[in-house]
């Protein structure tokens, strides 16, 4: 007899909600379609569920997130990074309290070496014909990121090679939830031939019908509910192996509207923004947002910035501001929907001369038009790059009116999203500190309370 499994997958969301109706509809309907028919299902979410650029994430520090996971009735998720590290220790460790179903991480531990509370590193689904499906997942290796939160990321193959051996002595089927990215899972899938299916994620790939490697079957949906993922496996029960296994792609935009999308999507809001009136200090100016040019807005949060960090000079950008800082009771709410970014402050040290070519860098006039997506920013372009508090005069490097020799080590306070190398590679080698898991709009919040006690 030949029993057909069926998996749905999401990942990637990044509380991108607009399809999220549809998506509840297909995954919670198939589930009950499937078990009319005498056929077991499950639904999995392979990380990156959460943003906080959104107000309902950032209201409710992703629990929301969760809430709306259980209601759509899955069976087992893992974490991507911004699970992983845009929230405290204490943070992620309670945001799956009330989760109805199995969180699954391979790779993460507590600093001591002790697994969490709130998650499993393997774990076995049964089939309604009684076949043993072994899952594991894996998320990606922000080392640092991970350690300044009070975590310990692991070596994922390392893990994933001590799981399978485990797996493989108790179960039929072993699928893996990859938070990894494209190239791991491609290496993974030549790597380890144990491993029937992998769910990609991360990298945000597409395979609209699954790409075979080695004995693997990859699948992957994408991004922000684009899609959602749909793979069967065929189980030979008396032979006790798989005869078929196929991937299929269902893009959201053709799946029937539901009632009331607009409603649950202006609902979501209500609940976030409700969740962050509360006053977080007082401004006695207005300060307009300038994307092309320095400003008051600038200057504030320059000082902020090096305020928080400790440093005598910062460098950020002017697209960073994506509202107004008015004169007024400022709340929680306007500052986030001011700086919704999940990008942390940053220290680098350089030398004089490595500091003098950044700021000549920082002149590319092509930068301050550049639309880019990703690496924590979410606004609309990148703006003028801000070099606060430095500059260069003749060739002679200058921080706060004072000349800096070449060899001199400067401290420069930062946002993370210049250090992966693609604006400024000298950051990417250069020493550094993270402020985890304080974002910059904490940076504006704490010094904006500090002037309102002046």
């Not at 179960?171 to 144990?194: Q, R, V, W, Y």
């Not at 899609?227 to 030979?236: E, I, R, S």
């Not at 920013?377 to 200058?398: N, P, S, Y």
Request: glycine share 6%; hydrophobic share 40%.
């Amino acid at each position: 007899m030949i029993e057909t499994i069926h998996f749905y997958h999401t990942n990637d969301l990044h509380s991108h909600f607009q399809h999220w109706p549809r998506i509840h509809e297909l995954v919670t309907t198939r589930k009950k379609w499937h078990l009319e028919e005498g056929e077991s299902s499950f639904t999995l979410d392979l990380g990156d569920h959460i943003d906080r650029s959104h107000i309902f994430t950032e209201g409710t520090l992703g629990k929301g997130n969760v809430d709306l996971l259980n209601k759509a009735q899955y069976d087992v998720a893992t974490i991507g990074n911004n699970e992983g590290i845009t929230l405290s220790h204490n943070e992620l460790e309670n945001l799956y309290l009330h989760a109805q179903f199995d969180v699954v991480v391979g790779n993460l531990i507590e600093q001591d070496g002790k697994l969490p509370k709130w998650l499993i590193p393997t774990t076995i689904l049964t089939t309604i014909y009684g076949t043993k499906i072994g899952v594991t997942a894996l998320t990606a290796e922000y080392t640092l990121f991970y350690s300044q939160l009070g975590w310990q990321v692991t070596e994922a193959f390392d893990a994933l090679s001590n799981q399978l051996m485990e797996l493989k002595k108790k179960t039929d089927i072993i699928i893996c939830m990859s938070h990894l990215g494209i190239n791991e899972d491609e290496i993974m899938a030549e790597k380890f031939p144990d491993i029937d299916v992998i769910f990609g994620a991360h990298t945000h790939h597409i395979f609209h019908e699954g790409k075979l490697i080695n004995n693997s079957l990859l699948a992957a949906a994408g991004k922000y509910g684009y899609y959602v993922g749909h793979v069967t496996v065929d189980f030979d029960l008396e032979a006790k192996l798989i005869v078929k296994k196929q991937a299929h792609l269902y893009d959201t935009n053709e799946l029937k509207e539901c009632a009331n999308e607009d409603e649950f999507l202006e609902e979501l809001a209500i609940i976030g923004k409700a969740n962050l009136m509360e006053t977080a200090f007082i401004h006695n100016e207005t300060f307009k947002k300038e994307w092309f040019k320095e400003s008051a807005l600038s200057t504030y949060f320059g000082k902020a910035l090096t305020a928080f960090c400790q440093t005598d000079c910062a460098l950020f950008n002017a697209g960073l501001f994506l509202s107004d800082l008015k004169e007024q009771e400022v709340s929680y709410f306007d500052i986030h929907k001011m700086m919704p970014h999940p990008i942390n402050p940053c220290v680098i040290e350089l030398t004089g001369e490595e500091l003098k070519d950044i700021y000549l860098l920082s002149l590319n006039e092509s930068w301050p038009n550049l639309e880019i997506k990703g690496l924590g920013f979410r606004g609309v372009v990148m703006g003028k790059m801000i070099t606060h508090q430095f500059t260069v005069v003749d060739q002679i490097l200058f921080v706060q009116n004072r000349r800096i020799e070449p060899t001199e080590i400067v401290r420069l306070a930062t946002i993370d999203m210049f250090t992966f190398g693609y604006f400024y590679p000298i950051f990417k080698e250069s020493p550094k500190t993270y402020f985890m898991s304080d974002f910059i709009r904490d940076v504006l919040i704490v010094y904006g309370q500090k002037q309102q006690l002046i």
